[in-house]
């Protein structure tokens, strides 16, 4: 999965509809260039291959400026990538990023489920890399990959279990609840309240 896509697809969400100098600056002022990779470049192409994959539609009112929808199809490809980037602990940060970045677009119920599934996922891969390391007797150098798996994923466990600690009472404002940025088109309405 690629991490622009999912934040791609998510901001033209955010907004109901954006342009793709509008996405660029979102993403550049998120730093998403250095942790996602998202990069002026790879931005035009995602937007190039969602709307060819029936995911956004293209709109040129503006003449030289196209702005961009999301589909019922794209909804259910932001939703599908969201919910696994949550779920599912991944090598690369940025798609936990990208994740992080777009969550208030889901209620807090699931949003506490997914990430329950990761944590359970990084318990296992933390348990599996320390009995690795229990039971390691050759290249002795190679312990340290163990010792690496163990002390990420045991950061993993740290880090999530706090995260659904927070989200339990009641910190951010998820979907469904007043004042969350996870409402379709909901961007420029709160941008208007500040």
Same mark, same amino acid.
Request: glycine share 10%; proline share 5%.
């Given at each position: ?20 100098? =509008? ?16 990069k ?24 030289? =400026? ?8 794209? *909804? ?11 779920? =599912? ?27 329950? *599934?990761?944590?359970?996922a990084?318990? *296992? ?18 312990? *340290? ?21 927070r ?15 996870? =409402?379709?088109g ?9």
């Amino acid at each position: 999965m690629s991490a622009t896509r999912l934040l791609v697809l998510g901001i033209v969400r955010g907004y109901g509809r954006a342009h793709g100098y =509008r996405i660029g600056t979102d993403l550049q002022s998120w730093d998403a260039a250095d942790w996602a990779n998202a990069k002026w470049g790879s931005i035009y192409h995602a937007l190039r291959a969602l709307t060819d994959a029936g995911m956004l539609l293209d709109h040129d009112d503006v003449p030289g =400026r196209t702005e961009y929808e999301l589909t019922e199809k794209g *909804e259910g490809e932001y939703l599908r990538l969201l919910r696994d980037a949550v779920r =599912r602990p991944h090598a690369k940060p940025d798609q936990l990023g990208a994740a992080l970045a777009m969550l208030p677009s889901l209620p807090r119920g699931e949003a506490v489920r997914l990430l329950r *599934e990761r944590l359970a996922a990084l318990e *296992e891969i933390r348990d599996k890399a320390r009995a690795q390391l229990d039971g390691w007797v050759d290249a002795p150098h190679w312990s *340290e990959l163990y010792v690496l798996w163990e002390h990420t994923a045991a950061g993993g466990v740290e880090w999530t279990s706090g995260l659904i600690a927070r989200l339990e009472s009641g910190a951010y404002a998820m979907a469904g609840e007043p004042g969350s940025p996870g =409402r379709p088109g909901s961007w420029y309405t709160l941008a208007d309240e500040s």
